[in-house]
T-cell receptor, first 111, second 113 residues
Framework: LAKTTQPISMDSYEGQEVNITCSHNNIATNDYITWYQQFPSQGPRFIIQGYKTKVTNEVASLFIPADRKSSTLSLPRVSLSDTAVYYCLVGDIMALYKLSFGAGTTVTVRA | KAGVTQTPRYLIKTRGQQVTLSCSPISGHRSVSWYQQTPGQGLQFLFEYFSETQRNKGNFPGRFSGRQFSNSRSEMNVSTLELGDSALYLC????????????FGPGTRLTVL
């Protein structure tokens, strides 16, 4: 799997938009970009996945530039319950069952 | 639909002992993967089972083993426990393993004293 780099931590306030950028310079042609969220003492939860351009669902948006060497997860209007660790994963969609997570980004939302 | 369940949720063992963890996947899911999560190493893939066969394996010593039953439930066994085996062990299931979304259980917190 391609190596990813993302910030260790980010702070935000309720109602703000949080953008987390992940760098993946060695992304391969077949690789997809997937984001997971994890709360303490719980397993990771799938948030969103994309290959290029922009993907949006009811939870978040994922922006991927044309060169695909980075991606940005956007969480609109965060609340206290969005405080969690967010992981960026890059890999072949057919091999995602053996995911390798990095340290992730700890997002802390304050009132 | 019930989610992935793992038992026990918490476990305390001593060095040299062995332990067996259990995972019940979402109904209809045939792929079960196991992961170890520690503060220092993050979340690392252990192995994946599909239709009672180990299909993929991560870079862990042979002390870590698993199996899957005909109802897709899976067990993971760690023998000769070491202090470094203290971790959160997560199980994830998916329909076929090739689907993009895995559903994780709450994990089993193993402490080795």
């Amino acid at each position: 799997l391609a190596k990813t780099t993302q910030p260790i931590s980010m702070d935000s306030y309720e109602g703000q938009e949080v953008n987390i950028t992940c760098s993946h310079n060695n992304i391969a042609t077949n690789d997809y970009i997937t984001w997971y969220q994890q709360f303490p003492s719980q397993g990771p939860r799938f948030i969103i996945q994309g290959y290029k351009t922009k993907v949006t669902n009811e939870v978040a948006s994922l922006f991927i530039p044309a060169d695909r060497k980075s991606s940005t997860l956007s969480l609109p209007r965060v609340s206290l319950s969005d405080t969690a660790v967010y992981y960026c994963l890059v890999g072949d969609i057919m091999a995602l069952y053996k995911l390798s997570f990095g340290a992730g980004t700890t997002v802390t939302v304050r009132a | 639909k019930a989610g992935v369940t793992q038992t026990p949720r918490y476990l305390i063992k001593t060095r040299g002992q062995q332990v067996t963890l259990s995972c019940s996947p979402i109904s209809g899911h045939r792929s079960v993967s196991w992961y170890q999560q520690t503060p220092g190493q993050g979340l690392q893939f252990l192995f994946e089972y599909f239709s009672e066969t180990q299909r993929n394996k991560g870079n862990f010593p042979g002390r870590f083993s698993g199996r899957q039953f005909s109802n897709s439930r899976s067990e993971m066994n760690v023998s000769t426990l070491e202090l470094g085996d203290s971790a959160l062990y997560l199980c994830a299931s998916s329909f076929s393993g090739e689907h993009n979304e895995q559903f994780f259980g709450p994990g089993t917190r193993l402490t080795v004293l």
